[in-house]
DNA sequence: ATATATTTTTAGATTAGTCTAAAATTTATT
DNA sequence: AATAAATTTTAGACTAATCTAAAAATATAT
């Protein structure tokens, strides 16, 4: 049995893994989790106890196939009821990421199945990424960031990686939404930043970090 | 802020309440937490300071106001996820029991609100029981239970006031749903129990403990 | 390559919720 | 009304998750 408290854990170590090949580093997770660095170290020999992640001291931390399987559920549950709450409650986009993770920690294997089956059987949450299916495994999206998509290709806008509702409302307030076609007009080369025209129309500045958390499909 | 525990406490004194006049044990609340009376009284001091309950050690205990407000506020989202998940997820109403005493802590009232409002703002949940509105006022739903009900008179069954899953299987088995018609044949002195025609059809003896629990309409 | 800075871990405390065993209080019995 | 029985509270301890401050290990920089 994992806790509520576990499960965050092995969430964000699961995040962090995705964008690094390296091991985790201790801070790392302390940033995200909102907990001081000795507070991590101790929740990490806690779950190296468990056999969920592979932890040896001033080392790093990574997750083991049982940790990473047990992210995967969590993370299945956290899309799903975001679902939920866009398709069927009408929440916006940007409004349903604190709700999701409540809902995320709710323990019954029945009631995924069934929401699962009640929304569709969804293959994409309201943020354009992809629902690990039962068995804990993430299907490939192959989506790309816009960030490394090179001058004067035109994209399809397929999801974000970023979900906070600043980001989100931002994108709103530029006419960024999924399924719109983007045009890499200019690359600035000092910053990275880009010039693009959205949906054909309006020519819009943005910055490489918000460029990064745009997954596109060429 | 009300924890979860602390949130399952204000529930438990309020069915409590429901049933007797007087003040409410230390021990009544100990049986119904599953936990020991030592513990019980830790949390009541914890809860009379926060203005929720009032208690005079010795003397029992009994909701505020504002703690009665809490646990309708509980009580409300505990009945209206069971109508989610009987009416739109398709589970049986002896299976949502455990999963709603999860989902009734979910903190957002804007999901509680939506959520009510996708339901179609029911009235009452898979058992019969009256939703608290948002204000947490609880409607009366003005039922009796079948154990005050004279020999020979027709009633309608609309609840159940005990919500385990062998209760419920039971009267599935000997036909007892809401909305049958049932009709008192014989009233045993010795021991109350009772010999009951249901829906017209079949002949059926129940103990006064089962007729206790169900709540019918003249 | 040694000193300095950064990161990580240890040690010891804290809070919420629980427990057992013993003491205090209330209730019931004769 | 005194005593026995039952209930409730106190005292002290435990676990999970957190913290601060200090020590240890690793990484960086001259």
Redesign the pocket.
């Given at each position: 049995m994992t806790?509520?408290?576990?499960e965050n854990?092995l969430k964000i170590i699961y995040k962090l893994s995705a964008e690094t090949e390296s091991e985790i580093?201790?801070?790392?997770v302390?940033e995200l989790?909102?907990?001081?660095?000795?507070?991590?170290?101790?929740?990490?020999?806690?779950l190296s106890e468990k056999q969920l992640v592979n932890?040896q001291?001033?080392?790093?931390v990574r997750l083991t196939e049982l940790g990473e399987k047990v992210a995967l559920t969590v993370i299945r549950k956290h899309r799903l009821w975001e679902v939920f709450l866009v398709e069927k409650l009408r929440f916006n986009w940007d409004e349903v990421h604190e709700i999701a993770e409540q809902l995320e920690h709710i323990d019954s294997e029945e009631l995924v199945y069934k929401l699962d089956e009640f929304l569709g059987f969804p293959k994409f949450d309201p943020h354009g990424d992809p629902i690990p299916d039962a068995q804990g495994r993430m299907p490939e999206s192959g989506y790309k960031n816009l960030s490394e998509i090179p001058v004067n290709q035109s994209v399809i806008m397929m999801g974000v990686s970023q979900h906070s509702a600043t980001f989100l409302q931002y994108l709103a307030k530029i006419g960024l939404q999924l399924g719109v076609e983007i045009c890499v007009f200019e690359i600035n080369d000092f910053d990275k930043s880009l010039t693009i025209k959205i949906g054909g129309a309006n020519d819009c500045f943005i910055s490489t970090e918000v460029a990064k958390n745009l997954l596109v499909k060429t």
């Open positions: 806790s509520f408290t576990e854990y580093s201790t801070n790392a302390a989790t909102q907990t001081k660095a000795a507070s991590v170290t101790d929740m990490l020999r806690k932890y001291k001033y080392q790093g």
